[in-house]
């Protein structure tokens, strides 16, 4: 996510670090950086202006320039300024009707369908009864993608009759939730160009006749610009209370998310960071504002965690470490815990891009070499995994055969596992086991 940005800011930074003090020209010069990689990154030249000149304004402040550290607080101003760009906080669905109207809009491809379902789903969690709609009458498949959506978040869907037009499906469809007690109708509607001046007025018509409490506008941040365009049109038609950005975690430039707020003037609320019915997320500008100049994101980290890790197990594992009895059969399990957050390279990418971890490529990450890992050690005896020094060349040799690997990439994952044991054996219990999530009080 925002790789491109990214890249392009830490040299900036480095840069002036390098300077050791910020001199109004060095400044200049970073700053013409920034508006570069601004505009390369899609964002809208009507918000890098305006953008360039208020770092300009605050970095030639005696509290920069006086500073002794200067470039910190130059990144500090422009991490400050993206985030006021990007917006105040995202917030949930307003339901103030029973029931309450969702509407979603938006372009196509822009991901209505799926955000459909992933909205019924969020909503379910909070104890609500949703109701979805299928109005999309435009696009052939259209209602059966979204009864399959429906299906697989086990929320019905009230699809068109013969000959019926998407205001009468609207209006058939509030007179069902009443009838079935459904407190949240989502109304699906077909992808449109905002040049299409037919589609664009029937959808008005719609949503006067649904007085729908939220009109929300589903874009692609990927298509940059695009969207941005797309979303000032609908909004002069239609009164839309925010937008969704879907395939954020695809969007290596960022150009959406920086320009929708000030061109359309509609707040970010959801953001899709993935593929699956949990991947939206409340917007969060600060985040955001921190991943795009290489700070990472380690709060949502730590959220992702307590959603998908399991607890039990991740205070079995910590015990076990801190007791120096970390086998292989430990390590498979901390796997697999790792992968239930998602993606390793989507996990890796909320980390800070500094110290350590600076040139960490997360998109180049291999996944398969944790699958290997796993079926290594799932081709090995009890024995093995717990006293990997009786592995000898005929038992490595079924290993790999069993597994479907080599006896060289044995070894490694052994050299590894042996370089993780000494690893642990200098780290204090207490801070492990906090590091880890566990709020126990174990002894190294």
Not at 31 to 48: G, N, T
Not at 99 to 123: E, F, H, I, N, Y
Not at 136 to 161: M, N, T
Not at 404 to 410: A, F, L, N, Q, R
């Amino acid at each position: 996510m925002f790789d491109g940005l990214q890249d392009k800011l830490q040299d900036v930074f480095r840069q002036l670090k390098g300077e050791g003090k910020v001199t109004p020209e060095a400044l200049d010069a970073a700053l013409r950086q920034i508006r570069m990689a601004l505009l390369e990154a899609d964002v809208h030249f009507r918000v890098v202006k305006p953008f360039i000149e208020r770092v300009r304004e605050r970095a030639l402040g005696q509290e920069v320039l006086e500073s002794l550290t200067p470039a910190q607080q130059v990144v500090k101003i422009v991490r400050d300024e993206l985030t006021s760009l990007l917006g105040e906080e995202g917030t949930d669905l307003r339901l103030d009707g029973r029931p309450s109207v969702v509407m979603l809009c938006g372009l196509q491809g822009s991901g209505k369908t799926t955000t459909a379902g992933t909205l019924a789903k969020r909503l379910k969690k909070n104890g609500r009864h949703p109701l979805l709609v299928a109005g999309d009458l435009q696009r052939a498949a259209a209602v059966e993608q979204l009864k399959q959506v429906g299906k697989g978040v086990e929320v019905p869907v009230v699809e068109p009759e013969p000959g019926e037009d998407v205001i009468r499906l609207g209006a058939r469809a509030l007179n069902i939730a009443r009838e079935r007690g459904h407190d949240v109708v989502l109304m699906d509607t077909a992808g449109r160009l905002h040049v299409d001046t037919a589609l664009m007025e029937e959808i008005k018509r719609l949503a006067d006749r649904i007085q729908p409490h939220e009109v929300l506008f589903v874009a692609d941040s990927m298509t940059g610009q695009d969207a941005v365009k797309s979303a000032e049109q609908f909004a002069a038609v239609l009164p839309l209370t925010g937008a969704i950005l879907t395939k954020l975690d695809g969007d290596s430039r960022g150009g959406a998310a920086l320009s929708i707020r000030t061109v359309a003037r509609v707040p970010i609320r959801f953001v899709g960071v993935g593929e699956k019915a949990d991947d939206l997320e409340l917007f969060h500008p600060e985040r955001m504002s921190s991943r795009m100049i290489g700070m990472g994101d380690v709060l949502s980290l730590i959220e992702k965690a307590e959603r998908g890790l399991d607890a039990a197990e991740t205070e079995r594992l910590a015990k076990r470490i801190v007791s120096q009895q970390f086998t292989l059969e430990d390590l498979r399990d901390q796997l697999r815990q790792l992968r239930k957050l998602g993606p390793l390279g989507s996990v890796l990418e909320m980390l800070p891009k500094v110290g350590p971890l600076r040139g960490l490529d997360s998109a180049n990450v291999d996944e398969s070499g944790l699958k290997k890992v796993e079926a290594i050690i799932n081709s090995m005896t009890p024995l093995e995994r717990r006293r990997p020094d009786v592995l000898n060349g005929s038992r490595k040799k079924r290993i790999a055969i069993g597994s479907g690997t080599s006896v060289s990439e044995i070894n490694r994952l052994l050299k590894q596992y042996r370089t993780m044991q000494k690893m642990m054996k200098g780290v204090q219990g207490k801070w492990l086991r906090r590091a880890m999530g566990s709020g126990g009080q174990a002894r190294a």
